[in-house]
């Protein structure tokens, strides 16, 4: 099994800053690579305001805030990347800039380092074999907002060596996850699950069967779910959602998976979510 110790992210978005700070608060070095180095900054400023209000509400010493921060390096440059253990490219969720990025990264880090990804729906495979290391690649799929779900889903191509999973499931467990192991089918466990959910509710949207507002509240009030589907559309995004239903249908050609004409058009109109401060809510 790899020894890990130091942790390569790339990409500054949502989800790359919530990756950066988990690990970094697992105790990991953290290189994170942006493709600018604004955007780099900007992840290192995200943990830090985040690690400042756990500082307030007295959950963490502003030393061990600090500590956290120093273990994270941030770069616009794919090199820095050489010498991490690990590397988790966390990316727009599309295919061919998810290949291209494998194939680059192979040439930068260092043979017996593992590749993973964090695509929510992609084939793992496809990213594998550009590599000359598929037997040390896989997914490790976090959720979000990364720092508070538990959940990693540790993704399984078949082409990957036993050894590579194991070192992703004591990876995600050393960063207090409670990993479980999947086959490389599109959406893997969660979202071939959710996504069907969150697919219809629009259509319900779209019926007029009830208001977003009511729609909900209800899936809230009803079924204990501490959001409701718009809620949770304008969390994950809906470039991002509009993505993961069209891997899923490519895959699977299940109806449910169609995405809704309302949600491909918002996203074709820039109104991705929290992200951008409207989607279905205004924040
Ligand atoms: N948002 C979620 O709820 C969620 C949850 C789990 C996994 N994921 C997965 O994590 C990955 C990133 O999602 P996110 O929500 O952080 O997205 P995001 O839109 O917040 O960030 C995307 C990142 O990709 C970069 N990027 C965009 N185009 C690029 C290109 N051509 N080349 C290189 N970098 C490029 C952007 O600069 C940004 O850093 C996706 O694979 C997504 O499926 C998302």
Redesign the pocket.
């Known amino acids: 099994m790899a020894e890990i110790s130091k942790v390569g992210i790339?990409?500054?978005?949502?989800?790359?800053?919530?990756l950066a700070e988990v690990a970094a608060r697992a105790g990991f070095e953290v290189v994170v690579r942006?493709?600018?180095q604004e955007?780099a900054e900007a992840v290192k400023d995200k943990v830090g305001g985040t690690l400042a209000r756990q500082v307030a509400k007295e959950r963490m010493t502003a030393e061990e805030r600090q500590a956290v921060l120093d273990r994270i390096t941030v770069t616009d440059h794919l090199g820095r990347l050489a010498e991490c253990d690990l590397v988790i490219?966390?990316?727009?969720?599309?295919l061919d800039?998810?290949r291209?990025?494998f194939a680059e990264l192979e040439q930068i880090v260092k043979p017996e380092a593992i590749l993973a990804?964090?695509?929510?729906?992609?084939p793992v495979v496809e990213m594998a074999i550009v590599t000359q290391r598929p037997d040390q690649v896989c997914g490790i799929?976090?959720?979000?907002p990364?720092p508070a779900m538990k959940l990693v889903e540790v993704i399984k191509p078949i082409t990957a060596g036993d050894d590579t999973i194991k070192s992703a499931m004591a990876f995600a467990m050393q960063c207090g996850k409670d990993p479980v192991q999947v086959e490389d089918r599109a959406g893997f466990v969660v979202n071939a699950l959710l996504f069907p959910y969150l697919n219809n509710a629009v259509r319900m949207l779209e019926m007029g069967t009830a208001s977003m507002d009511d729609i909900d509240t209800a899936m809230m009030g009803g079924c204990n779910f501490p959001m409701g589907p718009f809620a949770l559309l304008d969390?994950?995004?809906l470039?991002?959602s509009l993505?993961?239903l069209d891997a899923l249908y490519e895959e699977f050609r299940d109806p449910n998976y169609a995405a809704v004409p309302t949600l491909r058009r918002m996203v074709a109109a820039g109104h991705?979510g929290r992200?951008t401060g409207r989607g279905f809510h205004t924040y």
């Open positions: 790339v990409g500054s978005g949502i989800m790359g800053s919530g942006s493709r600018t955007g490219e966390s990316v727009v969720e599309d800039v998810k291209e990025l990804t964090n695509t929510s729906t992609l799929h976090f959720f979000n990364a969390l994950v995004g470039d991002t993505s993961i991705l992200k």
